[in-house]
């Protein structure tokens, strides 16, 4: 069974930067695409990022592209999320997930999603 679990979560000022991780225990093919959903109050999850495992390949919401980048650290099974010039707009909760295809994120799916972590808070402030 897939276990993620997210850090790097916290308040910034618009502008700034964090990076976000996600450490994957319990490898298997479901984590064959691991990115970043979020959440903010009152709104529905939404697809942020994602980056395909044995490629590198990487997948991006047209709202953060060119400003927010994902990586990964293999060894670690770990993926980042590293956040720049932060809007209020992306303040929300982060939530990492895993699954065996991109659909999920391209389909804004989030009923498809394999396996999620249990989210880290971002919250930018002017």
């Known amino acids: 069974q897939v276990q993620l679990v997210e850090s790097g979560g916290g308040s910034v000022q618009t502008g700034g930067s964090l990076r976000l991780s996600c450490a994957a225990s319990g490898v298997t093919s479901s984590t064959a695409y691991m990115g970043w959903f979020r959440q903010a109050p009152n709104t529905k999850r939404e697809a942020v990022a994602s980056i395909y495992r044995l490629s590198g390949f990487t997948w991006y919401a047209a709202s953060v592209k060119g400003r927010f980048t994902i990586s990964q650290d293999n060894a670690k099974n770990t993926v980042y999320l590293q956040m720049d010039s932060l809007k209020l707009s992306d303040t929300a909760m982060y939530y990492c997930?895993?699954?065996?295809?991109?659909?999920?994120?391209?389909?804004?799916?989030?009923?498809?999603?394999?396996?999620w972590g249990q989210g880290t808070l971002v919250t930018v402030s002017s």
């Open positions: 997930a895993a699954d065996r295809t991109l659909a999920p994120w391209v389909g804004n799916n989030v009923e498809a999603v394999d396996a």
